[in-house]
């Protein structure tokens, strides 16, 4: 395995040529373009690495999953989608259009910007201070991993420059989906895409999804149905609006951020972290996506 | 004149029960859904008035043509019509769906209220209350009435709910097509749709424009231009998305507002000003509307 | 008024280089692309031209205003405009979408080709070419020019690379706005935009809507409420989606059509031909609409 | 199992009230609104039955994937993914706009009926008989069942009433997605939405898939590529715009028709028909819905 991931590595260094770096905050454009790495968990407890997988990134939209995560288990189920839908929205992540010409209301899932924004306002807690740290926390215990924070340059850098993202919260609020504040909102939401990860947190975030919610300490933080419902969110909805294609090509949940990551879920087996900074025109790292389709395919991991 | 207007108005009167008084603000559904009134004023200072031409409203969209005249006096045709477009939109006068789909970022023209928004934004002045400051004291200078003020208690509803509106200034931010600061545009906005008027006033701002923007004392304030493209900017998109059915019926420059008025242009001769705050779907005044379409059968007021 | 005309014809021709002469018909590109011409004609019986006012053309979207006065003639105003809108729609002229994303099932105007393609259903006629005749013939007595007829070749190419404008067609029969067979309206629709004229022709049929349905003649063949109707439409929506900025650029009822014609109606005086085959990026011939903004000026022709 | 399908069919029957029997064409609405029948057949030869399903239907749009996996075999991968995509649409199966307000001008994905009518344009054959008997042939070996034919009553009554999707065929041809005849493609297109079958029929074509392409009798007809693009599609979009939520609730391949229909497939183990012609609001077999839900959860299918 080991071998494997170096293989390629290499193999897919070349493909970043053709990406390019998110440059939409100064910060986030220092990356280094032909960064890649790759880092896999199994349950046995063995650990398979390759390339830049030690390397820190913000976590950007891959936080969408752990907020939903929280959301639905500070709300349940039924009222989280009761705002948000389930629908692939045919649309780019970052799209308003669709809140105003559809009949539904809703944001069509909590994988573009508009439904994470909604879910991130269902957060419980008494301010926007109160609320994103228990996002940190609970991201703290699925990864077992107690250093985890923001990275603040980064933070500032996405509150400043959110105003679209400002705009759909209070598109929102206008709307009712959005109960709460909507600032507050949007400080939890930019809080959450700025929290610092390598691929080694991700692959213990996909590893938690994969045992269904339960931690390699064995703690069940999640129930079951809540991991099948952000699994399957995974694969319709969570490599932007290239997910069809995705599932196809690689067949495993994924979910993508700007920032370069992707988190992978083989069900049962691995938990999956890459690290790519070069993206394509959809947002996704793709070497990343690369090295995960050449995985599925040698180690057959699709579930289809 | 005078006895026609009054015919006018009584038989008008009771197509106000098919329309519903404006809502979304608890302040606004106080207006008496079957008032209806008229003021025309002409060039030899007679004045002609009908039912209740007196009663004070909010003037709501109205303002956005006093804002537009302010707005190119202070920036140039050019700068303005870089930022907002001169077409008419096709959708409801609260859309924002054209500012993603469309090619062009800018808002189709200042009479919506994304336009409208991008066009206060522009007022100069260095702070929200001395934009505002400026565009009242030129609203008083145009319809030589000293007395004009906002509505603070509309003024307060209008900003609480106004989420939409704020989605579109930061959606304009993000853009480019704002700036400066969005909640300053924002005030400006809200405030200038809070002035209260009449129909008297209104008739007055009618005049002005009849007059090419000259005042009834023979100041000329705004160019002969400017008043053109404030004439045919009322005519193709002055009355929300019946622009087009109301150019065909009454066929004379019109500008309505949710509060219930609307100010009608003849050209050289008549300045018009409605008021009946009972709206039809697309949010112009329904008596009023009628009146219109009477008085300029009878008078053939039409342009076309 | 002669020298004026060659003045401006002079003038303008350097503008044709901008733009480009329609090409999606290999017929229709056989136009010299820095051709230009007028011809204004006068309830005095004068007429002044200058330039290629001689020149063949095929009507193309111009034929929009004849078939919808004749289709009022034949339905009547209520029963045409319960099928077709009033208002601009802010899309291209060959947009399809309002037809699905509108709660108004009806095309926006008659003006676009929606619009027109639903206009042509409505001629009377037991068969396409009856239809059709009827039409012919309407527009020779408009235009008190018995020689006009079709070009065939043209005809051929619309209706062989007419795809998008047949999908409108089979959609608005879907949507009940067309009630009759839907291959003879577009028969109907790809045969009247290829009749051939010059800006002769265009001038008289500015003449006779500019004396609200009344030829040189004497006969009136349609009512004024029907001119009226179409002169507005002309403005509002005439120019496709530049109407706006040429309402308040030129300031008259202007149409123009993708063979680089363009009529234009001063009300109650002129009726003015304009041919230029170089086009700008909305379909306008860009020749012609320099002209008419220069004419406007020098004449104060502007209705606003 | 026999018995649980007996309970599920039992106690879903009550829910049929609440949809609608398809009424597009007066043939499809004779169906029995409570009717409700499943058939599951595995890898060891068993046939599991239960309530109507035996019950003659039209195949509607399952089809989508028979057509879609012969095109494939036709032209490869490679050509058909580049005139359609693989996307999720958002949008209803018979919704054009996207057509138009893409960037991408091919349709979404095979089951919108824009991306099946492009797929069934692919198929070769010199005519459109021979195209679609092709089809059927394919359908017939796919299933193991010669008896398989169209319902001409229905084909005719599809034919008769399609006019958006002739629309879209003409749209389609308009952008070059459609090479050929666009009326050859509608005839297949309508003739393969009209094939009979019953629940048993569409166990086999899902108990095909589950085994990646291979029929009953040992025969590869397809490729284990094709087979997991067709499996993966059916999770993403083959049930209209409720496929995301499906995938969450169900959570294994599924394609639904208007004719009541749905196939089931449980990778390497079991093919599921199920018949129930009372629709939800998305056009899915509301009664289907309820016993695949059921079912996944008795017996733990799902696939996430």
Redesign the interface.
Known sequence: MQELLSKLVKKNIVITKEGKVADYIPELDKAKKDALGICILDNDGNIYTAGDWETKFTIQSISKIVTLMLAILDNGEEYVFSKV???????PFN????L??SSRKKP??PMINAGAIAVASMIKGKDAREKFNRVLDFFKKVTEDDSLDVNYKIYCGESETG??N??????L??DGIIEGN?EDALEVYFKQCSIEVNAYTLAKLGLFLANNGRTSSGEQIITQKIA??V???M???GMY?????I??RV?I?CKSGVGGGIVGVV?GKLGIGVYGPSLDKKGNSIGGIHILEDLSKELKL???
Chains 1, 2, 3, 4 share one sequence.
């Open positions: 839908g389930m629908e692939p929205s045919g649309d799209s308003i259009r669709k105003e010409t069509y899932n105003n679209k400002r705009a759909m919260g209070y598109f609020k206008n909507v099948t419902i699994k399957t969110l694969v319709t909805c609006d290239l997910s069809g294609e599932a196809v067949g949940p069900p699709s579930i289809f």
